[in-house]
């Protein structure tokens, strides 16, 4: 029999890539989704079945992580042999706005999936997105062993997540594991991400739909990775002889800056013909520099990243201008709404 997995946050970016991997291994891919007015799946809509057709191995239900008692109907009905907790309020800048909201899905929302499992007893491994927000303030390069110091709600919240996780393993031995992943972006990102709101931008300057895109801080240190192989990442640390945590990046350095160069020079644009500064931007504590190291997981894992923030910023500006004109080649003309006024 295939394996079973239950992803939450399947619609996000990582979600979206992590069920299109599973699924290419066999298995049984069972995704969480908020329940709305509107429906935000574009992500899998490829990957979607109905589940009455013979051979459909993808099945989503309505849940939230913060319904404790749905969470256990939930692992206790799908039983699964792999449960990853993609889902969150993931958004730096967001969170000093939204604190109280960020600490209850993006950390307690994990202590209640962990309860879940335990309280079902259902045997499972368990991968917690940890995120290298965490680390914050601490130097370069950072790894497994680094001080938290984190610099945000976001970055507080997913350290609450990382202990309790740490700690359901230590206390009750589940197969419980930390991936502290680095930043990983990809053409899927969501368009209010930096990585991805500079080559949207991009691709509707040079389209001549826009001129100019207002930043923050361009000279914050990432260190940016590609999100479909930080997936294959986090099925292989759930397929290792034991828990434990494991950093996953590129080890190398870009800044907002840098990063913006690439992507507006890919295009034939100079950067500085369009971009301006707005404080607006900027996060109440700044985190300078982030870069991972991720020689334990390339030793025990044999995971190592391929693609670096130059080849991503192109692989994701040449998807925007792509989407842009697949957009205007179905563009429906519609008759003018009469004038009310």
Known sequence: MSKVALITGITGQDGSYLAELLLRKGYEVHGIVRRSSTVNRARIDHLYVDPHEPGAKLFLHYGDLSDGAR?????ATIRPDEVYNLAAQSHVRVSFDEPENTGNTTGMGAIRLLEAVRLTGVDCRFYQASSSEMFGASPPPQNEDTVLYPRSPYGAAKVYAYWV???????????AVNGI?????????????VTRKIT??????????EQVLYLGNLDAVRDWGYAPEYVEG?????????????VLGTGTACTVGEFVETAFSHAGLKWQDHVRFDDRYLRPTEVDALIGDATKASVELGWKAQVHAPELARI????DIAALEFEGSHWIDTPALPDWT
Do not use: C
């Open 181 to 193: 992943l680095f930043n990983h972006e990809s053409p899927r990102r969501g368009e209010t991400f």
């Open 234 to 246: 986090m099925w292989r640390m759930l397929q290792a002889d034991k828990p434990d945590d494991y």
């Open 316 to 319: 994701m500006v040449d998807a």
């Open 165 to 175: 996780t740490r700690n359901y393993r230590e206390a009750y031995g589940l197969f």
């Open 71 to 75: 969470l256990v109907t939930l692992l």
């Open 200 to 209: 949207r931008a991009v691709a509707r300057i040079k389209a001549g739909r």
